[in-house]
């Protein structure tokens, strides 16, 4: 069988005669072309990357993230930077049930985008994996035992005295709870791990490794 004939024309010109199984297997070969393309632009693996998390006691580790673990991280650091989760708490100005508000809008969010990684990278992707497990570890690891021990008793208590704010500031109040001086060192040391997570998030982002610090 032949792929293609040329042959001259009664009037002289050259002419090609292509078979159909020449085009079918051209077409077969510009699809899986641009199928290995596509993969390897979705699925880059980067340079691999030494991170050390606090929160949740996850330690050190390290992986090889891929364009979407890179694209992971960075919506997880965006949420946390622009919370007051990645910023300094500040005692003297900020209303402790505000950060609350906060951290727990944080929680479902990044929950939210823990669940939105697609099913195939679960399966296939170790680094996927992996970053998957920091965000779920950092939320029930870190997180949430802060807000179980503190948040429902501060909220409580903060609504009870709720008359207290017509003559004193939110700031005023909030230092009188009984246990103010031990919520505050708990917050405050959650709050720097935050600040550390976000900083090796963007590490990733960015591929810097934490020897590289």
């Given amino acids: ?6 042959f001259l024309n009664e009037n002289g010109s050259l002419g090609l005669e292509v078979s159909p ?6 077409v077969l070969l510009i699809v899986l072309v641009a199928w290995r393309s596509w993969r390897t632009r979705t699925f880059q693996h980067f340079d691999l990357v030494r991170i050390n998390v606090d929160l949740g006691n996850i330690g050190s580790l390290e992986f090889k993230p ?4 890179i694209q992971i991280a960075h919506r997880i650091w965006t949420e946390l930077v622009t919370r007051k989760a990645a910023l300094p708490i500040d005692p003297k100005n900020d209303v402790i049930v505000e950060v609350y508000d906060s951290w727990y809008a944080l929680f479902g969010r990044v929950r939210q985008l823990i669940g939105d990684v ?3 990278l679960l399966r296939k992707e170790k680094s996927t994996q992996q970053l998957v497990s920091i965000a779920t570890r950092t939320l029930n690891e870190g997180l949430r035992p802060h807000l179980t021990r503190w948040q429902a008793q501060f909220r409580n208590w903060y609504a009870q005295h709720a008359d207290d704010l017509k003559t004193k500031t939110p700031q005023e109040v909030q230092q009188a709870f009984p246990e103010y001086a031990t919520l505050l060192t708990d917050m405050q040391e959650l709050n720097r791990q935050l600040i550390q997570y976000a900083g090796e998030l963007q590490r990733i982002v960015h591929g810097v490794s934490e020897k590289e610090k």
Avoid: K, Q, V
Avoid at 66 to 69: I, V
């Fill in 118 to 120: 697609p099913a195939h």
């Fill in 1 to 6: 069988m032949n792929l293609f004939r040329l």
């Fill in 21 to 26: 199984w020449l085009l079918l297997l051209t």
């Fill in 66 to 69: 891929n364009s979407e673990d």
